[in-house]
T-cell receptor, first 113, second 109 residues
Framework: EAGVTQSPTHLIKTRGQQATLRCSPISGHTSVYWYQQALGLGLQFLLWYDEGEERNRGNFPPRFSGRQFPNYSSELNVNALELEDSALYLC????????????FGPGTRLLVL | KNEVEQSPQNLTAQEGEFITINCSYSVGISALHWLQQHPGGGIVSLFMLSSGKKKHGRLIATINIQEKHSSLHITASHPRDSAVYICAVWPGGSEKLVFGKGMKLTVNP
């Protein structure tokens, strides 16, 4: 069974541009979570999608947004990129909403120049 | 003060040593996760606990709900155990994980 996949693996953008990151959950998983791990900082919760709806978001500005498609894959969009958006962005999926085990993807490394 | 504190922040051990990684949290939780992150960035979920103890291979995780504390033990450590170990809690009534800052473990041969 395939795990959580993310694309691209690396992304280089310049300030002010937009970035789009993609995530495909494990088959059958309906919940998708996005996390940011900036250099030297711990993981921070960004967004949670379940059954196509945004269920919760962390303390990030509105220029961080996303969506979940009918096949439960998800997209994270970051508009008006800033240097401090450079980070590893991790996606995770789970079978059940709530405190179930989350399975993580390999991440997308975003570098903003 | 962070809701989730891990100690130590860094640990260097020799191959074969018994290792304990601690996690304390300050809120009521419905579950606690132990995660392993290798240098490439990939994260693996090791355990999810809400009570008691779980064992998988050389790894043992325990949790004391009353004391708001969990430990991850590694027996007969090996260089391939070198990674960052992250504790994360699911606060009761919340719908998002709260992470500790992680503990970097280096096991030397």
């Amino acid at each position: 069974e395939a795990g959580v996949t993310q694309s691209p693996t690396h992304l280089i953008k310049t300030r002010g541009q937009q970035a789009t990151l993609r995530c495909s959950p494990i088959s059958g998983h309906t919940s998708v979570y996005w996390y940011q791990q900036a250099l030297g900082l711990g993981l921070q919760f960004l967004l949670w999608y379940d059954e196509g709806e945004e269920r919760n978001r962390g303390n990030f500005p509105p220029r961080f947004s996303g969506r979940q498609f009918p096949n439960y894959s998800s997209e994270l969009n970051v508009n008006a990129l800033e240097l401090e958006d450079s980070a590893l962005y991790l996606c995770a999926s789970s079978l059940h909403r709530g405190s179930g085990t989350q399975y993580f993807g390999p991440g997308t490394r975003l570098l903003v120049l | 003060k962070n809701e989730v504190e891990q100690s130590p922040q860094n640990l260097t051990a020799q191959e074969g040593e018994f290792i304990t990684i601690n996690c304390s949290y300050s809120v009521g939780i419905s579950a606690l996760h132990w995660l392993q992150q290798h240098p490439g960035g990939g994260i693996v979920s090791l355990f999810m606990l809400s009570s008691g103890k779980k064992k998988h291979g050389r790894l043992i995780a325990t949790i004391n709900i009353q004391e708001k504390h969990s430990s991850l033990h590694i027996t007969a450590s090996h260089p391939r155990d070198s990674a960052v170990y992250i504790c994360a809690v699911w606060p009761g009534g919340s719908e998002k994980l709260v992470f500790g800052k992680g503990m970097k473990l280096t096991v030397n041969p």
